[in-house]
Antibody, heavy 121, light 107 residues
Framework: QEQLVQSGSELKKPGASVKVSCKAS????????MNWVRQAPGQGPEWMGW????????TYAQGFTGRFVFSLDTSVSTAYLQISDLKAEDTAVYFC??????????????WGKGTTVTVSS | EIVMTQSPATLTVSPGERATLSCRAS??????LAWYQQKPGQAPRLLIY???TRATGIPARFSGSGSGTEFTLTISSLQSEDFAVYLC?????????FGGGTKVEIE
């Protein structure tokens, strides 16, 4: 079945980097965009942006430029989120979500289970 | 960016009863609205897109309505597995934005 499998939880110190992976299976990886969503503890989700899995070009939401990088390895149907110079406020669960455009609508219909990133000294 | 506001923050309902959740957009999003269900420690699950179209496999007791700035998610007869947080999200303008959620809890 269609699914996204994310990498495991990470505990990092401030200033370090982290790379979260999201491996797709059960569907043609390059046929759908991949979105990234952050959910801080006790908060609603926040859309970080998306990457065109066919062309490889990323689009970042405001607030997620500079330290955040979306990338792909299409040979293994995997999307990545890298965060550099980690700060305590980056502590959150990070989700990947498949973007689907249908009938003029765009929504996220398949989600990974989330990767918890904890930033603490 | 478009701000999505959900109400109430918490809705206390008995199993078998009807639940009505609201979502308001700060400007028109046409019918470009999705609803998700999220349980603790889990990813959001798509319920509705295009304001009223149920996603694949979603039971008929979930229905969405509205357009423009006012939207409603109705759960006609709450089952035990429906107690969760419900999120609305607009997909009319970038950036995509979510509401803060309505928690549906058992009375």
């Amino acid at each position: 079945q269609e699914q996204l499998v994310q990498s495991g939880s990470e505990l990092k110190k401030p200033g370090a980097s982290v790379k979260v992976s999201c491996k797709a299976s059960g569907y043609p990886f390059t046929s759908f965009a991949m979105n990234w969503v952050r959910q801080a503890p006790g908060q609603g989700p926040e859309w970080m942006g998306w990457i065109n899995t066919n062309l490889g070009n990323p689009t970042y939401a405001q607030g997620f430029t500079g330290r955040f990088v979306f990338s792909l390895d299409t040979s293994v149907s995997t999307a990545y989120l890298q965060i550099s110079d980690l700060k305590a406020e980056d502590t959150a669960v990070y989700f990947c979500g498949r973007g689907r455009a249908a009938g003029g609508y765009y929504y996220m219909d398949v989600w990974g289970k989330g990767t918890t990133v904890t930033v603490s000294s | 960016e478009i701000v999505m506001t959900q109400s109430p923050a918490t809705l206390t309902v008995s199993p078998g009863e009807r639940a009505t959740l609201s979502c308001r957009a700060s400007q028109s999003v046409s019918s470009n609205l999705a609803w998700y269900q999220q349980k603790p420690g889990q990813a959001p699950r798509l319920l509705i897109y295009g304001a009223s179209t149920r996603a694949t496999g979603i039971p008929a007791r979930f229905s969405g309505s509205g357009s423009g700035t006012e939207f409603t998610l109705t759960i006609s007869s709450l089952q035990s597995e429906d107690f969760a947080v419900y999120l609305c999200q607009q997909h009319n303008n970038w950036p995509l934005t979510f509401g803060g959620g309505t928690k549906v809890e058992i009375e």
